[in-house]
């Protein structure tokens, strides 16, 4: 079997029109334009890549951008003085501060201070609790574009078999949430599963989101099981720069009925789920 590719940029393409249409209105209608602020601590250069095209793409839907960039020693007072200055100011709607933060700050301290409301990655604990008890919740970007893809592609997923290999907090465990939501049976693998490969193979939807550069290899997908990506692993390859996915696309994709590629599968689906729900807290902010 030859995988359809679900292609994520065009998808996400058709998301971007669609907040647009929602900036408009929200402007034409209400006065009202949705404002995005994108913290960032340090220099990491991944980091900045991603933080530079949140910033643009949010522009180009018409919403208003804000970026705060502060010195890799900032202190916690300092960014969570910040943090309070944005959950204050009713031109944020949305506030994201950018993962991961340098050693000396503490993580879930500086994400749990962010207003729920404009916690648009969904991390907050309040998020979090509430999408495990199937509540109404801001939902982390990348596991809800994953789900999007999923349903265009599939329709209802219910009763399929779904693995996620991988749990982290930003997109393995939230991703179970949402596959079990729709009425999947939920399987989430890790680095001490045993038998991962027979794991693997009982699913009819494989989520690689482990963070390994093709760590998942054709033979241990089902035929015609669906295998999205969420993997952005940079690699050298016959001396070149190459970004390769979790799972490795060419022996995958033999086997596999549907395949998110790496890069323009799941990656610009996060950044215009980003939007999406920036324009949700927005709108929820203002009835
Ligand atoms: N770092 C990697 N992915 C993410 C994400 O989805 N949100 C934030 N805030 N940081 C990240």
Request: glycine fraction near 10%; charge should be negative.
């Amino acid at each position: 079997m030859t995988a359809e590719i679900i292609d994520g940029k065009a998808f996400a393409a058709k998301v971007r029109e669609k907040v647009a249409g929602h900036v408009d209105r929200l402007k034409d209608e209400h006065g009202i334009t949705p404002g995005l602020a994108v913290v960032l601590v340090g220099e990491d250069p991944a980091s900045q890549v991603y933080v530079r095209s949140k910033g643009k793409q949010t522009v180009e839907v018409g919403m208003n951008s804000y970026e705060h960039k502060l010195e890799a020693d900032t202190s916690e007072e300092d960014l969570l003085a910040l943090i309070d200055q944005l959950n204050n100011d009713k031109d944020v709607h949305g506030i994201l501060v950018q993962l991961p933060l340098p050693d000396h700050l503490d993580s879930d301290l500086v994400i749990n201070s962010i207003d729920p409301a404009k916690d648009v990655d969904g991390f907050h604990i309040s998020n979090v609790g509430l999408l495990g008890t199937g509540q109404k919740s801001m939902v982390p970007c990348t596991p809800l574009g994953c789900l999007m893809m999923l349903r265009e592609h599939h329709g209802s997923l219910s009763g399929m078999d779904a693995v996620v290999v991988g749990r982290s907090n930003i997109v393995g465990k939230p991703m179970a949430q949402l596959l079990l939501g729709d009425s999947c049976t939920v399987t989430i693998a890790h680095s001490r599963t045993k038998d991962l490969p027979e794991v693997v193979r009982r699913a009819d939807i494989v989520v690689a989101a482990v963070g390994r550069p093709e760590m998942v290899p054709g033979d241990w997908i089902k035929e015609g099981a669906t295998v999205i990506d969420v993997g952005i692993n940079r690699v050298e390859r016959d001396g070149k720069n190459k970004l390769v996915g979790d799972a490795d696309y060419e022996s995958c994709a033999a086997r596999a009925g549907a395949i998110t590629p790496v890069p323009g599968g799941v990656g610009p689906m996060t950044i215009a789920c980003l939007l999406a729900n920036t324009v949700t807290a927005c709108c929820r902010a203002n009835g």
